[in-house]
């Protein structure tokens, strides 16, 4: 019995291994959070001479504060973090726990695409889709970025998911140029007027694109959904942090995560929330 046809038949195993890829992934997701803003630092700054090399290869996973290259049994996702109690085996610092729940969130995020889509080429596709999104989220987070780097890729990819037959059903290869077309002026017009009216920018390139890469792989019927959902979740989110966080009223919060987030759960629980949608919506 070859690999695929033990998974094709047993649900359990399918998932088991779909939730290992995940933290492997996740693992990488970890590499690419950190090592991608610097990478993308040292090429604008290249004016400077050049330095060690670099890249998500190069060098090998250290300790951020000792500088001890890590061996392969240091570097298993999760149970490497609890076998050595959150701390580096040769200085004793204290590891992130980010690493590890980076690692849970790509595992669980992949279950729940697996768990939606079966043993599918499509499954295939949409977890590539999910782990951008979880990096594009992370990166947006630490550093108020989301690189061309990942989100114009995320966009071809949506189309040529569209082109193949293999994104949502119900959504064409029409439906994908539409909504990433819509996606990006959506955002792009916003922008504009925001900063017309008040003089400040709300609202990154890098969003424009991101939510440009939504409704490539989600259609533009999604479009509306996910400006609704994500402002929503922003605006109770923002509200929280300034109320019990300490958080300033003019600091900036990163949009990017909670594009991200809806773009997850429309492909999720799209249906669900599309008839929500309508009911909220619709005239009466």
Request: hydrophobic letters at 55%.
């Amino acid at each position: 019995m070859t690999l695929a046809s033990a998974l094709v038949s047993n649900p359990t195993l399918f998932l088991g291994f779909v939730a290992l890829l995940g933290l492997l992934v996740g693992s990488f997701i970890n590499v690419i959070v950190y090592r991608l803003p610097i990478m993308l630092e040292r090429a604008w700054q290249s004016s400077e001479l050049p330095t060690e090399a670099f890249n998500l290869a190069v060098p090998r996973s250290h300790c951020p504060s000792c500088a001890q290259q890590l061996s392969a049994g240091e570097n298993v996702p999760v149970v490497s973090f609890l076998f050595l109690r959150g701390r580096c085996r040769h200085c004793k610092s204290r590891i992130s726990a980010r690493y590890p729940l980076v690692e849970i969130a790509a595992s669980v995020a992949s279950i729940l695409v697996a768990m939606t889509f079966g043993f599918t080429a499509s499954t295939l596709a949409f977890l590539a889709f999910a782990w951008f999104l979880l990096a594009l989220s992370l990166i947006d987070l630490d550093h108020h970025l989301l690189p061309d780097d990942l989100t114009l890729p995320l966009l071809w990819l949506g189309l040529l998911v569209s082109a193949f037959n293999l994104g949502l059903p119900g959504v064409s290869l029409f439906d994908a140029v539409i909504g990433a077309a819509a996606g990006y002026m959506t955002l792009w017009s916003l922008f504009w007027a925001f900063l017309l009216v008040t003089g400040k920018e709300g609202l990154g390139y890098g969003d424009f694109k991101l939510l440009a890469a939504l409704g490539a792989w989600l259609g533009w019927q999604a479009i509306l959904p996910v400006l609704l959902l994500a402002s929503l979740a922003g605006a109770v989110i923002g509200l929280i942090l300034i109320v019990f966080g300490g958080r300033e009223r003019s600091a900036p919060l990163p949009f990017g995560p909670f594009l991200a987030a809806a773009g997850f759960v429309m492909l999720i629980w799209g249906p669900q929330a599309l008839a929500l949608y309508g009911t909220l919506f619709a005239p009466h």
